[in-house]
């Protein structure tokens, strides 16, 4: 049986094992997945040892997203835009490599599950750190024309702007601090602060959101909303939606890439709302 898993710290709660039981059985593969408690001094004897042992595939999670970067040989254009990678593979000559789904999955679930159209949109992204580098290059692919990047510092947004405007001419991009946020003209707004569950938000214009915008939180929980989709909802955004489709769609993209065959996320995303409710 084909071995694959999912590695970090902690790691007890991770839902991969069950999305990618899911995929197998809908797509007829005969594979494994593990939960793999990572250390902080032992994780890349940990990966090699993996691989060693015959695995195929590791999906890599917090806090080990940046060393699985750095200890992969080849790297995907999408893993060299975020500094990090959540995939990682041998190919067949024994070369470990990396790629990073992340963005990928966004965008899937918001085209697909959610059926938001993103060609022409602007799209405003809370926070620039590590989660928010993973998503920006698929957005930038999907046909946006806006993408801003708000930060509590605003000169590590300011340092992810420029990182952008090498990647794209044709998107327009722009870093702003929390009291600099335009208070309008947003299509989509996605929260990829740490604040997804702790409540500490940021300080967002009152009339940030309106009928025409979705409200899209990186983070997700079992069967409740967060704080952000509450204040978005309460502020009358027309859509609010948490990250499960996504945590969906980028195991997907990782299980492609890893079988050559792409799962229905939908049939499985949705299977997965049920059990929450």
Not at 206 to 234: I, M, N, S, W
């Amino acid at each position: 049986m084909d071995r694959y898993g999912v590695i970090g710290r902690p790691i007890r709660h991770s839902r991969s094992p069950d999305i990618h039981q899911h995929f197998a059985l809908l797509t007829g593969q005969n594979l494994s997945y593990e939960r793999i408690e990572g250390t902080a001094d032992g994780f890349e004897t940990e990966v090699v040892r993996f691989f060693a042992a015959g695995g195929l595939g590791l999906n890599v999670t917090l806090p080990f997203k940046e060393r699985a970067f750095a200890l992969a040989v080849q790297r995907s254009h999408r893993a060299q835009v975020a500094r990090a990678a959540n995939t990682l593979g041998m190919t067949p000559e024994g070369v470990l490599w990396a790629d990073n789904t992340d963005g990928e999955g966004l965008v899937r679930d918001m085209t697909l599950n959610l059926g938001v159209n993103l060609k022409g949109s602007r799209v405003l992204i809370l926070g620039a750190g590590g989660a928010a580098r993973g998503i920006v290059q698929p957005l930038l692919k999907a046909g946006i024309v806006q993408l801003d990047i708000a930060n509590r510092t605003v000169v590590r947004a300011q340092t992810l702007v420029r990182e952008l405007e090498s990647l794209s001419n044709e998107v327009s991009c722009r870093a702003f601090s929390w009291p600099e946020i335009p208070a309008h003209g947003y299509e989509v707004v996605i929260n990829a602060t740490s604040t997804a569950v702790a409540g500490d938000l940021p300080p967002l214009p009152a009339v940030l959101f309106d009928q025409r915008t979705l409200a899209y939180d990186l983070g997700y929980g079992k069967g409740l909303t967060t704080p952000f989709l509450k204040l978005a909802r309460e502020a009358g955004a027309g859509q609010t939606e948490d990250g499960l489709g996504m945590l969906v769609e980028q195991a997907a993209e990782s299980f492609y890439l890893w079988r050559g065959i792409r799962p229905p996320g939908a049939e499985v995303l949705y299977a997965l709302r049920a059990a929450c409710h």
